[in-house]
């Protein structure tokens, strides 16, 4: 398994790159959000790596953050989704993103993405529901673990998580517990 690549950036062709390693030459996949933070051309790079062996090809995409590639082999790891639709979901979205609408079940986030339908959205959100968090290396923000907390609470008092998702979405953002409580009861009320 390749980990990771140091090298000379040789050339920049989106999504692709190519990294010189002691004289060979790595193509290497980027997803946009790495690709926009790379150096200039000539310049020493270090990528984090994952290798996909097929039939046919041997490929390699790599990512700056260690969390950009956790979350790619969460993503590889959902039904119908390939390396390809992967790293669209990393150009479209930041890792942060992705965690925050995996967390808030936002389909509408995913679609956004090209290449992404509803249904495909749905089962992204279905199969990475706690997934993506502190334990892959993926930080959402503290708003965020925030609003899980009031998403908890309301399933806890028998809601079903998706009229809980509904009244969480409609809160502000600085809100504390007790009162994202308060104010999602007195949604879920009218």
């Known amino acids: 398994m390749i980990g990771q690549i140091r090298g000379t950036l040789l050339e920049k062709q989106p999504p692709q790159v190519l990294v010189d390693v002691a004289g060979?030459?790595?193509e290497i996949d980027v997803p946009m959000s790495t690709f926009y933070s790379l150096p200039s051309?000539?310049?020493p790079v270090v990528l984090l790596t994952q290798l996909m062996v097929r039939e046919d090809a041997h490929l390699l995409y790599g990512f700056l953050t260690a969390a950009e590639r956790a979350a790619f082999?969460?993503?590889l790891k959902v039904?119908?989704?390939?390396a390809r639709t992967a790293l669209a979901v990393l150009s479209g979205l930041s890792v942060d993103?992705?965690?925050q609408a995996i967390a808030t079940q936002e389909v509408g986030l995913l679609t956004?993405?090209?290449g992404i339908g509803k249904k495909t959205a749905e089962r992204l959100l279905l199969e990475l529901r706690g997934k993506l968090g502190p334990d892959t290396g993926?930080?959402?923000s503290a708003v965020l673990s925030s609003n899980a907390d009031v998403l908890n609470a309301l399933v806890a008092l028998g809601y079903s998580e998706r009229e809980a998702v509904v009244a969480v979405k409609g809160l502000p953002h600085e809100i504390s517990v007790s009162d994202g409580i308060k104010l999602a009861l007195k949604s879920l009320a009218r």
């Open 24 to 26: 060979v030459g790595y």
């Open 97 to 99: 993103e992705l965690a």
């Open 79 to 82: 039904s119908g989704i390939g």
């Open 138 to 140: 993926i930080a959402a």
């Open 73 to 75: 082999r969460q993503l």
């Open 112 to 114: 956004r993405v090209p």
């Open 41 to 43: 051309l000539g310049e």
